[in-house]
């Protein structure tokens, strides 16, 4: 496991790509509202894939790998409701639109660690030291 690692380490170092990680949970969810949920991710406009699928009140996490350089991301929460995913909009019924866009600066490593409180309809996401 440490070669990996070490081989891995190597590899991003020289190369192009870094390591982008995110972070989240929520807060102040209504009991019985605790959803299933993941994060739809998109570099630059473009779709970049899926997280995970992981419970509201839990610290979820996500690492993709993410070219050096400046990139817009987009991330946009989905909720799993009766059975069906769900945008986690407040035009779908939810307390707040549980979509994040942000510029970053990819050089080595990047983490988004975040809460979104659903008791904060302005602006739901808190970022976390790193």
């Given at each position: 496991?440490?070669?990996?690692?070490?081989?891995l380490f190597v590899m991003i170092s020289f190369t192009?790509?870094?390591?982008?990680?995110?972070?989240?949970?929520?807060?102040?969810v209504e009991d019985g509202y605790?959803?299933?949920?993941?994060?739809k991710i998109y570099i630059d406009g473009e779709y970049h894939g899926e997280t995970d699928e992981c419970n509201?009140?839990?610290?979820c996490t996500y690492e993709f790998p993410?070219?050096?350089g400046n990139h817009n991301i987009k991330l946009l929460n989905m909720s799993l409701f009766e059975g069906?995913?769900?945008?986690?909009?407040?035009?779908?019924?939810?307390?707040?639109?549980?979509?994040?866009?942000?510029?970053?600066?990819?050089?080595?490593?990047?983490?988004?660690?975040?809460?979104?409180?659903?008791?904060?309809?302005?602006e739901p996401f808190t970022f976390l030291k790193r």
């Open positions: 496991m440490k070669k990996l690692t070490l081989l192009n790509w870094s390591q982008m990680t995110i972070e989240w949970r929520f807060l102040n605790d959803h299933i949920n993941k994060m509201q009140l839990d610290w993410l070219s050096k069906v995913w769900e945008e986690h909009l407040i035009e779908n019924n939810y307390s707040v639109d549980a979509v994040l866009e942000k510029s970053v600066k990819m050089k080595k490593k990047a983490k988004l660690k975040m809460e979104i409180d659903l008791d904060n309809s302005g």
